[in-house]
């Protein structure tokens, strides 16, 4: 049964940084794409950042460009989402997503084409 599970979430002042992980059990990581997507307090989910399966390819939303990276260990099956200059605006419940399917088929933004989920880890920016 496939299992996404993050961590590392918290609170953080505005101009800080953190590094949140999510560790994949119950699939062949490799053989799985990954995304990060947020969802803050009365807004839609949002698509934050994406990696393909050895991590040569990323894709980040327009919030994220510039101030977080997406990377990944297979070894581990472990992927992070580092975080950056983070703003009040960054304040949301963060999920790790996994889909077989590449990046060149479909639309990555798009939570509806990923298969697992995770249950999440809040990040609250302080200003």
């Known amino acids: 049964q496939a299992q996404l599970v993050e961590s590392g979430g918290g609170l953080v002042q505005a101009g800080g940084s953190l590094r949140i992980s999510c560790v994949a059990s119950g699939i062949t990581f490799n053989r799985y794409v990954m995304g990060w997507f947020r969802q803050a307090p009365g807004k839609e989910r949002e698509f934050v950042a994406f990696?393909?399966?050895?991590?040569?390819?990323?894709y980040y939303g327009d919030s994220a460009k510039g101030r977080f990276t997406i990377s990944r260990d297979n070894a581990n099956n472990t992927v992070y989402l580092q975080m950056n200059n983070l703003k009040s605006e960054d304040t949301a419940d963060y999920y790790c997503?996994?889909?077989?399917?590449?990046?060149?088929?479909?639309?990555?933004?798009?939570?509806?084409?990923?298969?697992?989920w995770g249950q999440g880890t809040q990040v609250t920016v302080s200003s």
């Open positions: 990696i393909s399966y050895g991590g040569g390819v990323t």
């Open positions: 997503a996994a889909r077989t399917v590449p990046h060149t088929v479909g639309d990555v933004t798009s939570g509806r084409t990923y298969e697992h």
